[in-house]
């Protein structure tokens, strides 16, 4: 089949890379946008989307939770894998009160990496929740801000209440090698849920 | 209800022969995210005449978005009659672009901008790569995004 190109199809019409995606997950102000900032290469960027939240820990004598949609922002940056293979990583609103349900975000992505400050623990709870229930690969990191953990990550795992098979880790947000081995440590998870699958979560 | 795929809006259909010449566009800002910030700002979905749900479902936030050559078999209605949002958008999809960048770039919502993306591929302007995915359970994959993080430094 042979196309006739007019003028207006001057444009080179270059292949698009693949995307694949990593969700940088936590609460409020734990430094994700710091941490997609760090290892993209382009500025993050913002978009607005629609997110369904799920109200927890308030008095309900119904089995069902109540589900609001709302609109948030989301920042996200990303890397060129290699020629054909791009990575996005996208960063999800902090939210202290709420659960968050964002099935159409989390969709195809290869894991999440949660972010954690360690004097405000409970705010990771939701997404790690979320992540375990959703079955997608992901490691707890924590962001040692002034470049020293308070706690033993022992501790930190306890009190998470995480199984053993998640891999908790201490990070430096604001250090591209840093951020880029936590990252490598999600992907570790994800190809060893890929590999192992039936062992227990 | 749900519309078909590839359903072309009116607004985006051939005129007629004949048909008055469409209104003159405003000036398109290659960048939109930086300029009009004199403009008042819409309701988001005013420019999707009141859709809020894309009729294609895989378009993700980082599906691929890039400019479709012109095929004159087709046609497609001139540039110059599309409202300014979807000029911005051909002009930003001249090279590879995801759909959350087209939101971020432009200032659009997300679900706006999926919308209008599907209204541009129907229209024979873009080509939104929906099925240039790969599962993310591929042992290959995995290692291959490993392999290139790990070359960073």
Redesign the interface.
Known sequence: MDYVRSPDAAVTTRRPPVPVKIIVAGGFGVGKTTTVRSISEIAPLTTEAEMTEVSVGVDRTRSESLKTTTTVAMDFGCVTIDHSLKLYLFGTPGQDRFGFMWDDLINGALGALVVVDCSRLDDCFQAVDYFERAGLPFAVALNTFDGRLPYDITEVRWALAVNDRVPVVAFDARTRTSVRDALLVVLEKALDQVLHPAAPR | MSEPIGRIPPYLRTPPAGAAPAPPPPPIHHDAGHAGGDQVRQR?FVLTSGRVNAVDREI?????????????RTGRVPLASLGPEMQAMVALC???T?V??I???LRL???V?KILVADLRAAGYL?V?VA???S????E??????????A??
């Open positions: 988001p993700e936030f980082e599906t691929q978005v890039t400019l479709r050559p012109y095929d004159p001249q090279e590879p995801s959350a960048e939101s971020a770039r919502h997300l679900g901008t080509d790569h240039d995915t790969m993310p359970h591929s042992p994959l995995i290692l291959r995004v490993m392999r290139g993080l790990r960073i430094s």
